[in-house]
């Protein structure tokens, strides 16, 4: 249960909320993403990637849930090899 509860809060961080004071009208420029953001979600990645590995079915929900798009192929593929193969997989995309 622990580690769906930390997949949960990492896919749940990378959400971006919004309130309907902040979304921009028509015609007015957006602002710039926020990299640092970004940066700041990575390390949960990581952890929540390395805790998944113990099961197959918590590889999955990870793959599924937390995983960020242009790595899900990368992802099913550790995750359907699992051990060794899983944590290089985390070890090399996440900081």
Not at 42 to 47: A, D, F, H
Request: proline residues 4%.
């Amino acid at each position: 249960m622990r580690i769906a509860t930390i997949i949960a809060a990492v896919f749940m961080s990378s959400c971006v909320v919004q309130s309907v004071d902040e979304i921009a009208e028509p015609g007015e420029a957006e602002e710039p993403i926020d990299e640092d953001a970004d940066a700041a979600v990575e390390p949960r990645l990581k952890q929540a990637c390395l805790l998944a590995g113990k099961r197959q079915s918590s590889r999955e929900m990870f793959c599924r849930f937390a995983c960020p798009r242009g790595l899900k192929k990368q992802c099913w593929a550790a995750a359907n090899q699992g051990g060794r193969e899983w944590t290089n997989f985390c070890t090399n995309n996440f900081r």
